[in-house]
C-alpha cells in the first residue's frame, strides 16, 4: 500500500520538530492499515528543497518521531526510489512500514512535465506492485499536480485516507449547509493570500473579522496612517473597494497593540487603530478588539477562522490571537460548529496550550482549505473521483 501523507512539519536549527501536528493527524490512517496488516510505504515531503538532495531536510527526525507515536519502527530508505527503497520496499512483510527520503529530493515530483511526473509514479508504483494500492491522506497538498499527489491514482486503484475524508467532509459543511450565523475570522500577514477566500465568503458570511498583519493594508484604505506596519500598497485600491461593497459584512479592530521594532522585546503600548504613530509597527490587535471580535462570534453557529491575530511567537504580542481562539473557544461551548484552517492558526493553538478538541475540527491544511473555499478545484481530490485505472502500474 502506497499511502501519501503530510508530514511536512517545521524544523529548528538543530532539526529538532517545533510542532508535530500534521506527523499526529497522519497516523490514525496508517495505525488502521498496519493493524490490518497491510505492507506500508509512505511518501512525503519536507520543506523545498532547490537542487536535489539536502541533508537539512531529511525526512530522518520525522521517521524517528512518526515510530513514537505509532509505537513501531518506521525504516527510513535512503533514497526516493532507488535501490535501497526497492530492496527496502520487497523485504517488507505484513504490518511493516517503510518511509521513502524526502520526494521533492527528486525534482520530477514537482515537474510541470507530465512525462516526467509519470516516469517517477512508475518507479513509485512498482515499489507496491503486484497488487499495490494508493491512499491520499495528505490534505496539505491535494491543490497540487505532483507526482505523489495526482499522477500516482491515474496508474494504482486509489482512495481516499480518514484524514482527507474527515477534511473535505468539514469544508463541505462549511460551503453547502452552513448553519447561519456564520462568523469568519481571517488574519495573517498579507491580504493577497486571503482576496480570494475574502471575495467567495462576503456573500455567504454574516461576518468577517480582520486582524493580525493584513488588517493594515484595511486600514490604509481608510485613509489612516499605519506607520512602519505591514503593508501591501499594491493592495490599498482592492481594500478599499471590498470595504465600500461590503461594509456590512467586514469588520476591523478598533485598537492595536504596537512597538518600535519586529522584536519579543519590543515594549508593547495600545493606541487606538486610527492613531498609530509614525515610529512604531502594528503587532497584535488590542484589548477592546478582542472584545468586540467575541461579542461578534459569541452567537455564532458557524465559525472559521485562518490566519493569527498577531505576532503569537512573541508573549508581549499573542493576546489577540488567545483572546481571539479563546471566544471561539467559547462559541463552540456553546453548540457553534468551529473550524481552525490550518497552518499558523492551527500552530498557534498549539503554541498557546489551548485544547484541540475545543474546536470542532483543526485542519492539517492552511492553503488547502482556502482554495477549497475559493472554489477551486483541487487536483488531488479531483483525481480520486476518477474510475479506477484497469491496467494497474503497467
Not at 18 to 32: E, K
Amino acid at each position: 500500500m502506497l499511502v501519501r501523507s503530510d508530514l511536512n512539519v517545521p524544523l529548528d536549527d538543530a532539526s529538532a520538530i517545533t510542532d508535530p501536528g500534521r506527523i499526529t493527524a497522519s497516523v490514525p490512517t496508517l495505525r488502521a492499515l498496519l493493524d490490518g496488516g497491510a505492507k506500508v510505504v509512505v511518501t512525503a515531503h519536507l520543506g523545498r528543497p532547490k537542487n536535489g538532495p539536502d541533508p537539512k531536510l531529511s525526512l530522518a527526525p520525522v521517521a524517528a518521531a512518526l515510530g513514537e507515536q505509532l509505537g513501531r519502527h518506521v525504516q527510513l530508505a535512503g533514497d526516493v526510489v532507488g535501490t535501497d527503497a526497492l530492496a527496502r520496499a520487497e523485504g517488507l512483510t505484513d504490518g511493516d512500514i517503510l518511509l521513502l527520503e524526502n520526494i521533492r529530493f527528486d525534482p520530477r515530483e514537482t515537474s510541470k512535465n507530465d512525462g516526467e511526473r509519470l516516469a517517477l509514479t512508475r518507479q513509485l508504483a512498482e515499489l507496491v506492485s503486484p497488487g499495490g494500492a494508493f491512499v491520499s491522506d495528505g490534505f496539505g497538498v491535494v491543490h497540487r499536480k505532483q507526482a505523489s499527489v495526482y499522477d500516482i491514482a491515474t496508474l494504482l486503484p486509489h482512495y481516499a485516507g480518514t484524514l482527507v475524508a474527515d477534511e473535505i467532509r468539514v469544508l463541505e459543511q462549511l460551503t453547502s449547509s452552513t448553519a447561519r450565523p456564520y462568523a469568519v475570522v481571517l488574519g495573517g500577514s498579507k491580504v493577497s493570500d486571503k482576496l480570494g477566500v475574502i471575495e467567495s465568503l462576503a456573500t455567504k458570511a454574516d461576518s468577517i473579522v480582520i486582524g493580525g498583519g493584513m488588517c493594515f493594508t484595511f486600514l490604509a484604505a481608510q485613509g489612516f496612517s499605519v506607520g512602519k506596519s505591514l503593508l501591501e500598497e499594491e493592495m490599498v485600491d482592492t481594500c478599499r473597494r471590498l470595504l465600500d461593497t461590503y461594509v456590512d459584512v467586514l469588520r476591523l479592530p478598533m485598537d492595536i497593540v504596537v512597538g518600535e521594532k519586529f522584536a519579543a522585546d519590543s515594549v508593547p503600548q495600545t493606541v487606538a487603530a486610527v492613531s498609530i504613530p509614525d515610529d512604531t509597527m502594528g503587532l497584535d490587535i488590542g484589548p477592546e478588539s478582542v472584545k468586540w471580535f467575541a461579542l461578534l462570534l459569541s452567537n455564532a453557529e458557524t465559525v472559521f477562522w485562518n490566519g493569527p491575530m498577531g505576532v503569537f511567537e512573541f508573549p508581549a504580542f499573542a493576546a489577540g490571537t488567545r483572546g481571539v481562539a479563546e471566544a471561539i473557544v467559547a462559541a463552540t461551548g456553546k453548540g457553534a460548529f468551529s473550524v481552525v484552517g490550518g497552518g499558523d492558526s492551527a500552530a498557534a493553538v498549539r503554541a498557546l496550550g489551548i485544547p484541540e478538541d475545543d474546536f470542532s475540527h483543526i485542519s492539517t491544511g492552511g492553503g488547502v482549505s482556502l482554495e477549497y473555499l475559493e472554489g477551486k478545484t483541487l487536483p488531488g481530490i479531483e483525481v480520486l473521483n476518477r474510475p479506477q485505472p484497469s491496467g494497474g502500474a503497467a
